[in-house]
């Protein structure tokens, strides 16, 4: 199991520019998430997904839209980069229940992204 | 007021002492409590997950919860170099999405 990937590591944007990134889990779970991290700060929720076909916002969504395309893949989009969203993308998933592990989340390597 | 806030650090000890990681939460509707550790560059991983009061342990670590006080601690025995990382605490509820909470981390360093 791979558990959750995600594409690109890493990605150097001019304002204006759009981009996607793609986020793949092959765990079954039923749950993901997309946060930012910026330097010396915890995780911040943009939007999560409780299920295929469900999506809705996080703490900071202004500036993102998602993409629940299937079960295992959940794609955050920039429309317009801006510098402010320089930061580290995590994407996560659970398996959404409350029983054992249930409500562990799983994260992804990170994509790294620079907005000029 | 932060919904979940941790002791700031960064926090130093030496090995193998005993590290203490303090978290604080204002919702008393939060219902599962965790642990997870990030070495610098890398991505969060679960090291504990807490859902009553009272003490849990695995190895090395040990969570503690109290509800009516709204905290939740970690402690580290036998701290080793390889525990020096960032430790995130996080709540949420028992909801189907299961989404949760971060803290904005605690630095820890194991000096050998």
């Known amino acids: 199991n791979a558990g959750v990937t995600q594409t690109p590591k890493f990605q150097v944007l001019k304002t204006g520019q759009s981009m996607t990134l793609q986020c793949a889990q092959d765990?079954?779970?039923?749950?993901m998430y997309w946060y930012r991290q910026d330097p010396g700060m915890g995780l911040r929720l943009i939007y999560y997904?409780?299920?295929?076909?469900?999506?809705d916002k996080g703490e900071v969504p202004n500036g993102y839209n998602v993409s629940r395309l299937n079960k295992r893949e959940f794609s955050l989009r920039l429309e317009s980069a801006a510098p402010s969203q320089t930061s580290v993308y995590f994407c996560a998933s659970s398996a959404g229940k409350a029983s054992g592990s249930g409500w562990t989340q799983y994260f992804g390597p990170g994509t790294r992204l620079l907005v000029l | 007021q932060k919904e979940v806030e941790q002791n700031s650090g960064p926090l130093s000890v030496p090995e193998g002492a005993i590290a203490s990681l303090n978290c604080t939460y204002s919702?008393?509707?939060?219902?599962?409590f965790f642990w997870y550790r990030q070495y610098s560059g890398k991505s969060p991983e679960l090291i504990m997950s807490i859902y009553s009061n009272g003490d849990k342990e695995d190895g090395r670590f040990t969570a503690q919860l109290n509800k009516a006080s709204q905290y939740v601690s970690l402690l580290i025995r036998d701290s080793q170099p390889s525990d020096s990382a960032t430790y995130l605490c996080a709540v949420s509820y028992n909801t189907n999405a299961g989404k949760s909470t971060f803290g904005d981390g605690t630095t820890l360093t194991v000096k050998p």
């Open positions: 919702d008393r509707g939060s219902q599962s």
């Open positions: 997904s409780a299920s295929e076909g469900t999506t």
């Open positions: 765990m079954n779970h039923n749950s």
